[in-house]
């Protein structure tokens, strides 16, 4: 589900030599991008999204990692004249940066 109000501004691949992996990516109100890695999508680029959307399925890592635990990365960052500003996702989740 989503940590974050706003619109989905992709539906991407998470490795270049294996399309089964994708991400979700959420441009929040605020101009910050949220990605959840590890997701099948449930949502479409356009779609509008508010805190606890379902915004798809947590996929099985277990064939390209044997023996890790199934989970969702979670990314938080800017863009700033094409460099990328990451943030502590659980400073961001806790509501200490917006």
């Known amino acids: ?10 539906l991407g691949y998470a490795y270049a030599d294996d399309l089964s992996f994708r991400y979700v990516e959420v441009k929040t109100g605020g101009g910050r991008f ?3 890695f ?5 949502v479409r680029v356009g779609d509008k999204v508010v805190v606890g959307t ?7 890592l277990g064939e390209r990692y044997p023996g890790i635990t199934n989970h ?3 990314e938080v960052f800017d863009l700033e004249g094409g460099a990328r500003t ?3 996702p659980l400073k961001y989740l806790a509501g ?3």
């Open 1 to 10: 589900e989503a940590y974050s109000a706003g619109t989905v501004t992709k």
């Open 34 to 36: 949220c990605r959840y």
């Open 38 to 42: 590890y997701v099948s999508p449930g």
């Open 54 to 60: 379902v915004i798809g399925s947590t996929q099985s």
């Open 72 to 74: 969702v990365h979670f």
């Open 86 to 88: 990451y943030y502590d």
């Open 96 to 98: 200490d940066i917006q």
